[in-house]
């Protein structure tokens, strides 16, 4: 067989070899805790899930959706930004939905760029954002976050002959895997817009975490900078804030030129979303969110664990103010994947390497906090007896 040369540049799966292992040890009866991947264990809560069965029922739901998405739904995602970020959303030119972020994030870049542009995308970031460009036959163009610039782009860093070929900027707070966080009064957004007109570049931010947040802090959305709608879109998921990773429910919001042709792009692809489920979005957004901040209570909890847990250890990870991860520097010695190997082998736990993300992530691992309370106690005791081995 003779496949097509766009898949040929996307890395091979970094992981595969940590799963191989983790199979191995799971056969041979080892007990194994994977706080490895970004995925909720607490399921979706039971309102959501009884609405989503009164929707099913309903035969006017049933047959092919209209593709732009439902009046209801953007309507409801429009009074979701005003009401929670002030931003003023026109319902029907300024709103899409999105099968989950995922899909919408590789699709863009087929929207948008060709052979020979270049998509700036962060390190590390979420791998999409790299494996898209290539899929489009663009080049990534990678931009480093550093702790130093608290893990923000430094757009200035990058020549003007790339800029110019840029097409597209991929952002992302808070953030995954870094758990950074645009803090409060930061004019980062600003600066944002402002290279973005410079240059003629399109923005996509990747809101995924807005509502996981902790304490005081409360997470921005791009769109809140003055003429942001002029230069990008935003992607909001309903994935995290509600564990509904396998239900697909996301929508972007902002420049009405970019979500035409993304609209242009998808209805050749898919046909849309279901109806009954753009109704559970539109009624998840409306209704009460109780919900959220006692998730993110759990959240904090597992969090404080681990840290308390990495600080007797010796190991100075930050304090997420948002997010699900915990992003720690490797002890000296280390590397990322020499990290994760020895938690694996040594106390039976799943870490990530931090190189996954990009050349960046190296020196860190990722902690995700999507475990019971229970595993992940008895996951940081193992690790601290690992280490002092
Ligand atoms: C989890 C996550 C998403 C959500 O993706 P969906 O496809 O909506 O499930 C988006 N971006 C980032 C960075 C994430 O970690």
């Not at 003023?88 to 052979?115: N, Q, R, T, W, Y």
């Not at 489009?136 to 790339?162: C, H, M, Q, V, W």
């Not at 035409?260 to 979303?273: A, E, H, I, P, Y």
């Not at 993110?296 to 840290?307: G, H």
Request: glycine share 8%; charged share 20%.
């Amino acid at each position: 067989m003779r496949f097509s040369q766009r898949l040929d540049g996307i890395a091979p799966y970094l992981f595969a070899e940590i799963e191989k292992k983790i199979q191995a040890k799971r056969k041979a009866g080892i007990d194994v805790i994977s706080l490895g991947i970004g995925d909720p264990d607490i399921p979706t809560p039971a309102y959501v899930v009884e609405e989503m069965q009164r929707q099913v029922a309903a035969a006017r739901n049933h047959g092919y959706p209209t593709n732009a998405g439902l009046e209801e739904f953007a309507e409801a995602a429009a009074g979701f930004y005003r009401r929670r970020f002030g931003v003023d959303i026109d319902p029907a030119e300024e709103f899409f939905p999105l099968l989950g972020s995922k899909e919408g994030l590789a699709h863009v870049i087929l929207a948008a760029a060709d052979k020979d542009d270049i998509v700036l995308v962060p390190d590390p970031g979420y791998p999409v954002y790299s494996s898209g460009a290539v899929i489009a036959g663009a080049t990534p163009k990678l931009l480093p976050l550093r702790p130093e610039n608290g893990f923000l782009p430094d757009l200035d860093s990058l020549s003007p002959e790339d800029c110019e070929k840029a097409k597209l900027l991929f952002i992302s707070y808070p953030n995954n895997p870094t758990a950074a966080v645009v803090p409060e009064g930061s004019d980062f957004y600003n600066r944002v817009v402002a290279f973005a007109k410079k240059w003629d570049i399109m923005v996509v931010s990747d809101n995924a975490y807005s509502e996981l947040c902790y304490g005081d802090y409360v997470a921005p959305s791009f769109l809140e900078a003055t003429g942001a709608k002029d230069v990008g879109i935003e992607f909001w998921s309903f994935s995290k804030p509600f564990c509904m990773t396998g239900w697909r429910l996301a929508f972007a919001v902002g420049n009405r030129e970019m979500l035409s042709v993304l609209w242009r792009l998808k209805t050749n692809m898919d046909s849309g979303m279901f109806e009954a489920l753009q109704r559970v979005g539109a009624f998840i957004l409306n209704g009460p969110w109780d919900f959220v901040g006692e998730m993110n209570a759990v959240y904090a909890r597992r969090r404080d664990l681990v840290i308390n847990a990495l600080q007797s250890i010796g190991l100075e990870a930050p304090v997420p103010a948002a997010t699900i991860y915990i992003w720690v520097p490797v002890p000296e010695g280390y590397t990322s994947a020499g990290f994760a190997e020895h938690v694996l082998d040594q106390a039976a736990v799943v870490v990530t390497p931090g190189n996954g993300y990009g050349p960046n992530g190296e020196g860190f691992v990722r902690i995700s906090l999507t475990a019971p309370d229970a595993r992940i106690e008895e996951a940081v005791t193992r690790i601290e007896k690992s280490l002092s081995l």
